[in-house]
């Protein structure tokens, strides 16, 4: 299973950005997905989850900025980030839950990581 994650770059504060994360491979299903973050020097942290039936869950400092979504058909999670500030400058990584052909449980997936810089 590959989690390809693109959308990152350069904006300017008040500016926007649109993470796309596709998961390829052999996938029999896909639970839960989300976006965290890194920071340098500091841990990963959750950005935002999203249930298979559309459910959410933001870290407080992006609620009301930030907006998850997933494609079930095309295993793919999204996250729209608005009036971005320079404290969201991290790599951005995504997560998927993910069942695969012949295997009886879920097991967690990371993409590669994309990087968000938010400066003027």
């Known amino acids: 299973v590959q989690l390809q994650a693109s959308g990152g770059g350069l904006v300017q504060p008040g500016g926007s950005l649109r993470l796309s994360c596709a998961a390829s491979?052999?996938?029999?299903?896909?639970?839960?997905m989300g976006w965290y973050h890194q920071a340098p020097g500091k841990q990963r942290e959750l950005v935002a989850a999203i249930t298979t039936g559309g459910s959410t869950n933001y870290a407080d400092s992006v609620k009301g900025r930030f907006t998850i979504s997933r494609d079930n058909a095309k295993n793919t999670v999204y996250l729209q980030m608005n009036s971005l500030k320079p404290e969201d400058t991290a790599v951005y990584y995504c997560?998927?839950?993910?069942?695969?052909?012949?295997?009886?449980?879920?097991?967690?997936?990371w993409g590669q990581g994309t990087l968000v810089t938010v400066s003027s």
């Open positions: 997560y998927a839950e993910v069942l695969t052909r012949g295997s009886i449980s879920y097991h967690g997936y």
């Open positions: 491979g052999s996938i029999r299903s896909i639970n839960g």
